[in-house]
Protein backbone atom coordinates (compact mmCIF):
# COMPACT_ATOMS: atom_id res chain seq x y z
CA UNK A 1 0.00 0.00 0.00
CA UNK A 2 1.10 3.42 -0.87
CA UNK A 3 1.72 6.06 1.78
CA UNK A 4 -1.24 8.47 2.21
CA UNK A 5 -2.38 11.23 0.13
CA UNK A 6 0.23 13.59 0.97
CA UNK A 7 1.68 17.12 -0.73
CA UNK A 8 5.09 16.60 -0.54
CA UNK A 9 6.97 19.89 -1.38
CA UNK A 10 10.66 20.77 -2.02
CA UNK A 11 12.57 23.93 -3.22
CA UNK A 12 13.78 23.52 -6.83
CA UNK A 13 17.65 23.06 -6.72
CA UNK A 14 18.86 24.73 -9.54
CA UNK A 15 17.71 26.59 -12.46
CA UNK A 16 14.51 27.83 -11.04
CA UNK A 17 15.19 28.76 -7.06
CA UNK A 18 11.59 30.41 -6.73
CA UNK A 19 10.23 27.62 -7.69
CA UNK A 20 8.60 24.68 -5.89
CA UNK A 21 7.72 21.08 -6.69
CA UNK A 22 5.32 19.25 -5.60
CA UNK A 23 3.79 15.75 -6.08
CA UNK A 24 0.55 13.98 -4.56
CA UNK A 25 0.51 10.38 -3.31
CA UNK A 26 -2.37 8.58 -3.54
CA UNK A 27 -2.64 5.88 -1.30
CA UNK A 28 -4.45 2.07 -2.81
CA UNK A 29 -5.23 -0.72 -1.39
CA UNK A 30 -4.62 -3.68 -3.50
CA UNK A 31 -6.43 -7.24 -2.81
CA UNK A 32 -5.58 -10.18 -5.35
CA UNK A 33 -9.64 -11.02 -6.07
CA UNK A 34 -13.16 -10.47 -4.83
CA UNK A 35 -12.83 -13.35 -2.53
CA UNK A 36 -10.23 -11.76 -0.55
CA UNK A 37 -12.47 -8.68 0.45
CA UNK A 38 -13.97 -8.04 4.40
CA UNK A 39 -17.74 -9.48 3.96
CA UNK A 40 -19.27 -6.08 4.02
CA UNK A 41 -17.51 -4.95 1.07
CA UNK A 42 -18.08 -7.98 -0.66
CA UNK A 43 -21.66 -7.59 -0.38
CA UNK A 44 -21.45 -4.21 -1.93
CA UNK A 45 -19.14 -5.55 -4.97
CA UNK A 46 -21.26 -8.32 -5.27
CA UNK A 47 -24.07 -5.65 -6.01
CA UNK A 48 -22.66 -3.98 -8.46
CA UNK A 49 -21.63 -7.22 -10.36
CA UNK A 50 -25.47 -8.08 -10.71
CA UNK A 51 -26.09 -4.39 -11.63
CA UNK A 52 -24.11 -5.15 -15.07
CA UNK A 53 -27.28 -7.13 -16.02
CA UNK A 54 -29.38 -4.10 -15.90
CA UNK A 55 -26.86 -1.89 -18.03
CA UNK A 56 -27.74 -0.73 -21.37
CA UNK A 57 -25.21 -0.51 -23.43
CA UNK A 58 -26.10 -1.41 -27.16
CA UNK A 59 -23.08 0.62 -28.28
CA UNK A 60 -20.02 0.68 -26.51
CA UNK A 61 -21.14 -3.21 -25.06
CA UNK A 62 -19.42 -2.29 -22.02
CA UNK A 63 -21.34 -3.23 -18.91
CA UNK A 64 -20.82 -1.51 -15.74
CA UNK A 65 -22.29 -1.83 -12.49
CA UNK A 66 -22.35 0.21 -9.27
CA UNK A 67 -23.81 -0.41 -5.65
CA UNK A 68 -23.53 2.53 -3.19
CA UNK A 69 -23.86 2.22 0.48
CA UNK A 70 -25.31 4.53 2.55
CA UNK A 71 -24.85 5.97 6.16
CA UNK A 72 -27.76 3.92 6.98
CA UNK A 73 -26.76 0.67 5.20
CA UNK A 74 -29.02 1.07 2.25
CA UNK A 75 -27.33 -0.11 -0.96
CA UNK A 76 -28.37 1.30 -3.80
CA UNK A 77 -27.72 0.19 -7.20
CA UNK A 78 -26.91 1.36 -11.26
CA UNK A 79 -25.60 0.96 -14.55
CA UNK A 80 -24.88 2.62 -17.33
CA UNK A 81 -27.62 3.97 -19.70
CA UNK A 82 -26.28 5.02 -23.21
CA UNK A 83 -28.44 6.48 -25.65
CA UNK A 84 -27.75 6.96 -29.76
CA UNK A 85 -27.05 10.58 -29.31
CA UNK A 86 -23.88 9.05 -27.82
CA UNK A 87 -23.70 12.30 -25.03
CA UNK A 88 -26.88 11.69 -23.71
CA UNK A 89 -25.87 8.67 -22.50
CA UNK A 90 -24.97 8.29 -18.67
CA UNK A 91 -22.48 6.71 -16.22
CA UNK A 92 -23.60 4.45 -14.13
CA UNK A 93 -21.58 6.01 -11.14
CA UNK A 94 -23.77 9.50 -11.92
CA UNK A 95 -27.13 7.47 -12.27
CA UNK A 96 -26.75 5.34 -9.06
CA UNK A 97 -25.80 8.81 -6.89
CA UNK A 98 -28.65 10.30 -9.26
CA UNK A 99 -30.53 6.95 -7.29
CA UNK A 100 -29.76 7.37 -4.05
CA UNK A 101 -29.93 11.19 -3.87
CA UNK A 102 -33.83 10.88 -5.22
CA UNK A 103 -34.80 7.58 -3.30
CA UNK A 104 -32.44 8.54 0.16
CA UNK A 105 -32.15 12.47 0.03
CA UNK A 106 -30.03 13.62 2.72
CA UNK A 107 -27.99 10.44 3.39
CA UNK A 108 -24.53 10.36 3.14
CA UNK A 109 -22.56 7.86 0.90
CA UNK A 110 -19.91 5.57 2.40
CA UNK A 111 -18.57 3.31 -0.38
CA UNK A 112 -19.40 2.86 -3.94
CA UNK A 113 -18.33 -0.37 -5.74
CA UNK A 114 -17.70 -0.23 -9.53
CA UNK A 115 -16.92 -3.22 -11.58
CA UNK A 116 -17.68 -4.03 -15.02
CA UNK A 117 -18.20 -6.49 -18.04
CA UNK A 118 -17.01 -5.78 -21.48
CA UNK A 119 -18.27 -8.13 -24.35
CA UNK A 120 -15.78 -7.27 -26.50
CA UNK A 121 -12.51 -7.55 -24.80
CA UNK A 122 -10.93 -8.26 -21.09
CA UNK A 123 -13.07 -7.76 -17.60
CA UNK A 124 -10.21 -9.14 -15.67
CA UNK A 125 -8.81 -5.64 -14.33
CA UNK A 126 -10.43 -2.73 -12.09
CA UNK A 127 -11.48 0.41 -13.99
CA UNK A 128 -11.82 3.63 -12.49
CA UNK A 129 -14.97 6.79 -12.94
CA UNK A 130 -14.27 8.94 -15.47
CA UNK A 131 -13.47 12.67 -15.45
CA UNK A 132 -17.04 14.02 -15.28
CA UNK A 133 -17.91 11.32 -12.25
CA UNK A 134 -14.89 12.43 -10.64
CA UNK A 135 -16.18 15.58 -10.52
CA UNK A 136 -19.44 14.58 -9.57
CA UNK A 137 -18.18 12.44 -6.59
CA UNK A 138 -15.99 14.60 -5.55
CA UNK A 139 -19.23 17.60 -4.79
CA UNK A 140 -21.11 14.46 -3.04
CA UNK A 141 -18.06 14.50 -0.32
CA UNK A 142 -18.29 17.90 -0.10
CA UNK A 143 -21.65 18.26 0.09
CA UNK A 144 -21.60 15.81 3.26
CA UNK A 145 -18.42 16.54 4.62
CA UNK A 146 -17.39 12.63 4.36
CA UNK A 147 -15.54 10.96 2.22
CA UNK A 148 -16.90 7.99 -0.34
CA UNK A 149 -14.68 5.05 -0.14
CA UNK A 150 -13.81 3.59 -3.78
CA UNK A 151 -13.75 -0.40 -4.47
CA UNK A 152 -12.92 -0.80 -8.02
CA UNK A 153 -12.80 -3.89 -9.69
CA UNK A 154 -13.13 -6.15 -12.87
CA UNK A 155 -15.18 -9.15 -13.38
CA UNK A 156 -12.46 -10.68 -12.15
CA UNK A 157 -8.84 -9.89 -11.15
CA UNK A 158 -7.44 -7.36 -8.39
CA UNK A 159 -9.79 -5.09 -6.51
CA UNK A 160 -8.09 -1.70 -5.39
CA UNK A 161 -9.58 0.41 -2.35
CA UNK A 162 -9.60 3.92 -2.43
CA UNK A 163 -10.26 5.61 0.64
CA UNK A 164 -11.42 8.94 -0.71
CA UNK A 165 -12.55 9.60 -3.99
CA UNK A 166 -11.40 12.70 -4.13
CA UNK A 167 -8.12 11.15 -4.13
CA UNK A 168 -8.37 10.64 -7.85
CA UNK A 169 -9.05 14.10 -8.67
CA UNK A 170 -6.02 16.62 -7.44
CA UNK A 171 -6.76 19.84 -7.59
CA UNK A 172 -10.59 19.41 -8.10
CA UNK A 173 -12.50 22.38 -8.81
CA UNK A 174 -15.09 23.09 -5.96
CA UNK A 175 -17.94 25.69 -4.73
CA UNK A 176 -15.37 26.96 -2.68
CA UNK A 177 -14.02 28.80 -5.86
CA UNK A 178 -17.84 30.15 -6.43
CA UNK A 179 -17.83 31.79 -2.92
CA UNK A 180 -17.48 35.48 -2.73
CA UNK A 181 -14.41 36.36 -1.11
ZN1 LIG B 1 -18.41 8.58 -15.76
Not at 27 to 38: G, K, T
Not at 120 to 136: E, L, V, Y
Request: charged share 20%; glycine share 6%; net charge neutral.
Amino acid sequence: MVSAGVVCSRKSDNLFPRMKQTSIHIPVQIYPDFHALEIQDAVLYESARNATAAAYAPYSRFRVGVAIRLENGQIITGSNQENASFPAGICAERVTLSAASAVSPGIAITDMALTYINDTGDSNHPISPCGICRQTLSEYEQRFGRSIRLILGGFTGEIYIISRATDLLPFAFSSRELRPH
